[in-house]
Structures are given as C-alpha cells and as structure tokens.
C-alpha cells in the first residue's frame, strides 16, 4: 500500500530535505529539521500525491482510505507533546497548512488552533493559566475555519469579512479600540456571535468535534490548490497544475501566550540586496499570521537592524528603544539561540534561508525554513559570496541564479540628477529595490485595466493581500501605508523582481475618495508619483530613468558564465546605439541587424516612397542611388560600434506596403512630398495590398523580383566595410537572405551579392573577407537544409517565421485567440516567446543536421526573439548551435542560459 503521511518530531522524521516533491517544501524541510537537531513541534506530512488523489476520490472515499494513517499521526504528535487531541483536560490543538514543492506564498489556505470546542477550551485556558489567551484562540479558530473551510470568506473586496463586521460591532458596543482591549467575556461573547453568524450564513453548526474539524481543514487546504489566486500564481511562475500540494499537521505552538511570547521571520542574507546579515521581524505577543498581514508594525530581531529602521521611519533612539526595541535587546538568551540556529541552517542547506519561529512563554521553536526568496540582484550576490566563502562551486553558483530573472537587473535606475530636483513625499521601508514610475491607482483591478490601456500604474494601497497579485504584476512599483520588510506585499514583491516601497507610514490612503494624502498634500488615483525601491524613498510626479550598468557581481557571473559556455551569443541591433550597449554587455556580435529599420527617417522614408512608385527598374535604381549613401553610412556605423566582431546583415524583408501610409490624409501629404499626383499614390497603394501580407510578396521574393534592391544593399555593405578597412576598423560582414523555401531562391540572390561585391573590389582595388548565408525560417527550407547549405556558409533560424508557418498562426493576428488558448491550457506557451521544442524545434534539428550534412563546418544560429529566452537558448546549445542571438538586454540572460546548459548538460 502506498504511504500517504510521514511523521516528524522529537529529532526523527520520515522524510528529508530531498523529498521535495512528495512531501512539498514545507513538509521536506520540517523532516530536516528534525533530523538536523532543531526544535520543531512535532507533526506530519500528507504528501502531495493524494492531493490530486483527494479530488478524485472525493471527500468521504478519500477520508476512509487515509484516515488509519492521519490516526496513526496524530497519536504520534500526542505522544511526543504529551497532550491528547479532543481532551477537555490537556487538550492537543494542531495547525493545517498547505506545502507545494516550491512555495506559493500567502496563495493557499491555514486553518490554526484546530481541535478547540467548548470543552477544549476550558482545558486550554487552564493549561496556560489564561483564560483570555484560550478563548482569543477560539475567536481566531473560528473566524480562520468559517472563512477557510466553511466558506465565508466574501468573494468581493466591496463586502466585508462577516466576522470582522462583528468585532466592529462588538468594539463599538463596549467602546474600545483595539481586539486587545477586549475582555474574556467580551471574547466569549464574540465567539457566540461568530457561532450564530456561521449557523445564519451556512446554514451548518460550527463542528465541534475535532476530528471532523481537522477533516474540513485538511480537505479546504487541497481544494485551496485550485482556488484562482493559486491558479494565477502558477501560470505567472510556470508552475505545473499536476504538482499539487502536500498538508502539514502540526502541533500548535503560541507566540501570544503574554509578553514572553513572539513570533517572527527571519532571512540569514538580506533578501533585498543580498547583503551577508541576519535579518528579521518579529512581535511580542502574537500569532504568526500577524506578522506578514502588516497589521501591526513588526520590530526588528536585531540591534543593527533595528537602529536602520527607525532612522529609515525618522525614529529617535529613545522612542525605539521604549515602543520598537528588537529581540536581540528584549530576549538576549533566545536571540543568541536563533542566531546559532539560523547559521547552523545556511551552513546545511549553503543557500539564504528564510525561517519562520515562534517563541513560547521564553522557549524558541522554529516552523518553517526554505531557501528565501530573493530580488535578482541579490541572487546573483548571495550565489557570488556563496561561492568566495567557499560554500558553493562555480557550477552551483552559475545554475543558482534564474536566468529568467536576470533582466531585472536590467531595468533603469532613477537619474541620479533627478532625483536631486524631485521632491520626497514620503519615506517608507525599502522593501524591493529598482526604480518605479508611474500613475497611482488604489485597486488591483484598476491596476490591471490601466495597463491594459497602455497606462503606467504605480499600486498604492495600506497594505496588499493575496488577492491584490495580478494587480501587483500589473504595476511598475507598489507603496503601501502599512507593513513591514516581511509583509505581503514585500515578500510578493521581492519575488516578482518588483520595485516596492512598503510601510510609508507618513501617507494617508482613502480609498473611497481614492486618493491619498501626504505631507498635507492631496495625491488623486491618475496624478504620478515615483518610488525608489533601493532607498524607500516616494517622489512627486515623474522622475528621469536612466539605462543600468553591468558591474560588481553581475560582472563576476558573466566572467564566469563564459568559462562553462559553448555557444556564443550575438545581437538583434539595427543602430550603432544599440550595437554598443549589447558589446557592453557582452555580445560577441550582430546575430541580426534588419535593415528596413534604417529606412524610415527623413529623406530616407522618401526615397524609398520614390522607389515603390517607380514603375520601371530605370526608376527603381534612381531612388535606390540615392539611398545607397545613406545605408552605406549606417552600415559603417555598425561595423565601427563592432570593430572586430562579425556582423550579420540582412537583405530587405517586409512587405513593401509597411513603408507607405494607409490613410488618405497622410497619402496625400505623400503626394504632395513626391511631386506626383494622390491618385497615382492611391493606386500603388491599393497595387500592393495582399490578402495574407506575411506569406507574400515579402524577404527574397523581393530581391528576386527587383534585384537592384539586392544590389543596392550589397554594394552598401561591401563599400562600408572597404571604408572601414581605409580606417582601420576591422569588418566582418555575413551578409544574410531572408525568407528562402528553394535553394534556387538562394542561389538567384547569392549571385547576385558575389557579382557586385567583385564589381566592388575591381572599382575599389582592395577586398575585404565577407560571408553569404540565410535565414531558416519556412518549413521547406528547413526540410531541404542538405541543399539549401551548398550555397549557403551559415544558417541562423528565424523561429518568429518558422513557428508563424510551422503552428499556421499568423504573426499579426495571434493576440486574438492565443490569450484564450493560454487560459483553456490548449498551448502551455505562447510559441512565439518560448520555441516549441516539440515541433518547431523538430524542425530546427533536422535543418541543422541536414545543412551540416553537406557543410560540416556550417555555422548555424537563431535569431528569433527565442533567442533570449532561457529554455529555448539551452534547447539551441543541445541542438549544437554555434550562436544565439537576441535583443541587446537580453544578452545577459542568454550568456546565463547558455553557460547553464553547458553544465546541465555534463551532469
Ligand atoms: C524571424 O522570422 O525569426 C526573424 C528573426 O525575422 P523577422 O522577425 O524580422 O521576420
Ligand atoms: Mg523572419
């Protein structure tokens, strides 16, 4: 028979860190644990296996097949606590929480405090000599059950919680203003009301029985996999629906058994930057969900940290020390217990790890450890530091850090100049760093339809919850009033690569006006404001950006990427500019420079305009002279940005309709530019629309059918790079046809290109080496590859092409259905970001092994936009590529990629 639960505690567990994905993260980890020494309440795992399983079975087949097991756990958990489940006397009370092989936080369900009744609660409140605690403990069950396992949580944000509407109520009547100043009775009270609300809104009685109790929970906790938050996480992380989760059952501990009491998170690094320091916050007197809700204001665990932060909240000594002082001052013994433990736990799992602790009544207990989730920046610190202190090896260092994440480090920083001249309206904690800029908005939904118009948003809200994630992901940055480093939104931030500046507590949000308010100025939803996500600063209006730089430990990375990797990777660059920024950031080359890109400023737009209107070839080559000079220059400028490193340029290739206007105005200010008649413009016009423009009159067709464009372009090339030679800059050109199915289509244009380079040569008296290749991007063209590769000296694949004619979904068109085809999982990927290795790819194979077939030393390269995209650029180094090649910011994170399929590879 299959085993369904492993049990943990007392320093003995089942499982072990490396069974992840039975037992999710969680689970492996408490195991771990265990096994490592540390204090854990004892507890077990049901793997995530049976929760696909539960689903299947449906509730009662699956509660009569586990429930030996699920028996067999809890007497352990009794037997080690010494408490007995249900007992009105001694009363053992449980947490149920949700555990994935890799953590979704705050998108599943915890239901705490299980196994609390009118008896229980009696012997809990003499258990702990506290009445009070006992029958706060009841409220916060029933309120965390009802919502979680009964339902009554409300849909919509515009209705509220019902139960947070009683303790209003309850307040109001007794005059207080805070849940603590509520009496036992007052709590008693509440829990009856809490019982009558669950009975009116259900139409069930509260359970009373523990087991049928921890049965709910432990169902609503595997449904809580599939609730659309969840959902929606894991399409945004590529997270697999089949995985599901694991649920832990665990003794309770209390952090808010009186004022030697806590709970707290802590990171052994910081997460923001990836600094080397132990980090934290933690309250007195409280229960583990308060401090991530960011309800009340979590103090610091150390010292250090604590004196950052109040100087951050502009915080005097004095007032710190009396209302905010960190657990290294309040509880030395258990501080000094943390911190031996935190380090014992970097040193066993030589990775930052983010841990969760509870301390009762003075004892320290730890719920929770994983590898913390971290902003890229300080991925790439914490795998660089790992690896100088001798942790980590090179190759761990490199397969630590996710390429996909990489351009975060990428995104622009705020102007240092701008910054001087904008004013601070705010200071918050600097909970994710990077610079945000954008129009405030105080719900997720207006965030998300915002940005759907096109529209910059900033998200401000007093603090977010787990409902606010697509909003989150809509806007550039987020502010919230309330909340510390560990609070929803700074977690969810940092792990988004998202600017955040979290817990301003100078601003005021209302949310029914929408607006809000800071340092006495009025902020309405549409004005802009700024974050600085690095310094917790929030700025009026827009501030300047300015592009990043690659340096200090990013460098390191890439250095070392470049000792593991195989592939080369080049870049889509069409101007010097961009050429430049890519060889910064370590592009060994143009992959692609388009050059119908150069065609579109000033005289440039005309001439080409004169060229499509020409009705003979006499015509054509007029216009086409005076375009020469200007593309000749363009190319020198290229050549110049990448002295020394070939340059791959391609012929013409869009349809000659993209270059002239469609509307009537704009044709006839075409006209009137080019002397000729609106009629004449308006028939050329309509002469070259087609019916299905991209499989049309488009790439070497055009060459083919006017080949003084070819040459045009030739001479342009061959002439800039004899210019360059004169100047010393070395040139090397691979000149490139697009869109070839038949390797006659090749051949037709390669003569082409060799005929004018040698009318070039004689004319100059000097030669220079150049390369004629093509892009692989129709299927035909990939089936003959044998063929195609007796002319052609290189391949580079272009898979927006090949995946446009492989799938039959046109390029321009796709945006109709594809959203809908993601949604109804009929397409894991859209293929035009991540190359469809089963089927592009197939073609991608068999026209690299058949070129290669007749060519063997035949260079081959993508230039897609699946260039930069880290699954397709290690699927490009399996199929034995000789290059990539993507947009300038993407160069790092194919560097990355590439380096990290070479290694994956020699495991
Ligand atoms: C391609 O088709 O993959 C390609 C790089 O060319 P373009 O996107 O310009 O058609
Ligand atoms: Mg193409």
Redesign the pocket.
Known sequence: MKKNVYLFGAGKAEGRATDKNLLGGKGANLAEMNRIGLPVPAGFTITADYCNRWNELGTEKAIEELKPEVEKGISHIEEIMGAKFGDRENPLLVSVRSGARVSMPGMMDTVLNLGLNEDTVAGLAKKSGNERFAWDSYRRFIQMYGDVVMGMKPESKEDEDPFEVIIDKIKKEKGVELDTELTTDDLQKLVARFKKAVKEVTGNEFPTDPWEQLWGAIGAVFGSWNNSRAIYYRKMNGIPHHWGTAVNVQSMVYGNMGENSATGVAFTRDSATGENIFNGEYLVNAQGEDVVAGIRTPQEITLEGSRRWAKLQNISEEERKEKYPSLEEVMPEVYKQLFDIQKKLEEHYKDMQDLEFTIQEGRLWLLQTRNGKRTSAAEVRIAMELLEEGKIDEKTAITRVNANRLDELLHPEFDKSALEEATIISKGLPASPGAATGRIVFFADDAETWKAKGEKVVLVRIETSPEDLSGMDAAEGILTARGGMTSHAAVVARGMGKCCVSGAGGIRVNYKERKMVAEGKEYKEGDWISLNGTTGEVYEGKVETIEPKMSGNFGKLMNLCDKYTRMNVRTNADTPKDAKVARDFGASGIG?C?TEHMFFEGDRIKAVREMILADDEKGRRKALDKLLPMQRGDFEGIFEAMDGLPVTVRLL?PPLHEFVPQDEKSQADMAKELGVSPEEVFNKVESLHEVNPMLGHRGCRLGNTYPEITEMQARAIIEAALNCKKRGIKALPEIMV?LIGTKEELKMQEEIIRSTAEKVFEERNDTVDYMVGT?I?IPRAALTADEIAKTAEFFSF?????TQMTFGYSRDDVGKFLPIYLEKNLLEHDPFQVLDQTGVGQLVEIGTQKGRSTRPELKVGI??EHGGEPSSVKFCHRVGMNYVSCSPFRVPVARLAAAQAAIEENK
């Open positions: 692609l388009r290739d697009p892009m991007e272009g898979t927006n092409d090949l230039c897609g």
